[in-house]
């Protein structure tokens, strides 16, 4: 397990604690792909205006508690847990990030 993760997860993860969803659509590739509650938001706008209602819908802090190295299919996978006033209250969550060219290509979470 490794504490350090690849520029584009830390532009990604400062972006998205600072909730400013353009600054996370940025992080993404122009064809990049968000999957997270079994739905796919693809492309820039779409991710932007997914992170807007994310942000609308609850608070929450995200802490991340491990990070791996890429696997044979190269992507980081992140432990993260989010807390906050969402139903529940704590979620243990995988983010798995797939870069290419110094932006991430696909984010998927689960």
């Given at each position: 397990?490794?504490?350090t993760?690849?520029?584009?997860?830390?532009?990604?993860?400062?972006?998205?604690?600072?909730?400013?969803?353009?600054?996370?659509?940025?992080?993404?590739?122009?064809?990049?792909?968000?999957?997270?509650?079994?739905?796919?938001?693809?492309?820039?706008?779409?991710?932007a205006g997914?992170?807007?209602?994310?942000?609308?819908?609850?608070t929450?802090?995200?802490?991340?508690?491990?990070?791996?190295?890429?696997?044979?299919?190269?992507?980081?996978?992140?432990?993260?847990?989010?807390?906050?006033d969402?139903?529940?209250?704590?979620?243990?969550?995988?983010?798995?990030?797939?870069?290419?060219?110094?932006?991430?290509?696909?984010?998927?979470?689960?």
């Amino acid at each position: 397990m490794s504490t350090t993760t690849p520029p584009a997860v830390d532009r990604y993860l400062k972006a998205a604690d600072s909730r400013d969803a353009q600054a996370v659509a940025d992080c993404f590739t122009p064809d990049g792909t968000v999957l997270d509650e079994g739905k796919t938001y693809r492309g820039r706008d779409e991710i932007a205006g997914w992170r807007t209602a994310l942000a609308g819908q609850f608070t929450y802090t995200s802490t991340v508690t491990g990070v791996e190295e890429p696997g044979e299919d190269g992507e980081y996978r992140l432990n993260v847990r989010v807390e906050g006033d969402f139903p529940g209250g704590v979620a243990d969550l995988r983010f798995g990030f797939t870069l290419r060219d110094d932006r991430i290509a696909a984010l998927r979470i689960v």
